[in-house]
């Protein structure tokens, strides 16, 4: 079982097809266990996207998106898991526009464990404007 969960820092807007505008956001998830290792996990992944509250104690402001992705069968494991890079990758597909009208969203995500315990973690997604790349950053 995982002892903490992290989105990673190269988690991004992304385009997922060839015309170059954002359609939703890469979302880079490692579970770590209690050594500090990757791990695999089952359950639900729910990641939630809000719009980011500048000089403020709760960064958060209203809700734009939301996902759940079920990690509970071999085919789950397969489809989100890397072997190579030993975290989940998750594409959450987002309406057109949605991060193009300001510089900085909070991406939350919550890990639900079969045994109904919850991890979380919290990242800072960047959107450059149109001629830089996309970027992000840990919450410090």
Excluded: C
Excluded at 22 to 51: F, S
Excluded at 79 to 105: A, C, D, I
């Amino acid at each position: 079982m995982p002892e903490r969960i992290g989105i990673m820092p190269f988690t991004r807007v992304e385009s997922f097809d060839d015309d170059n505008r954002p359609d939703g956001i890469a979302m880079l998830l490692r579970p770590i266990n209690v050594l500090g290792d990757p791990v695999n996990i089952v359950g639900q992944v729910r990641a939630e996207l809000y719009e980011y509250t500048p000089a403020s104690g709760l960064r958060t402001g209203p809700r734009l998106a939301m996902w759940e992705v079920l990690l509970n069968t071999k085919e789950d494991q397969r489809r989100y898991w890397s072997s190579t890079t030993q975290m989940y990758e998750f594409h959450l597909e987002l309406n057109t526009g949605v991060v193009s009208q300001r510089p900085k969203y909070v991406l939350a995500v919550t890990y639900n464990t079969p045994l109904g315990t919850h991890l979380t973690d919290e990242y800072i997604l960047e959107v450059p404007i149109a001629s830089e790349p996309f970027a992000s950053e840990k919450p410090g």
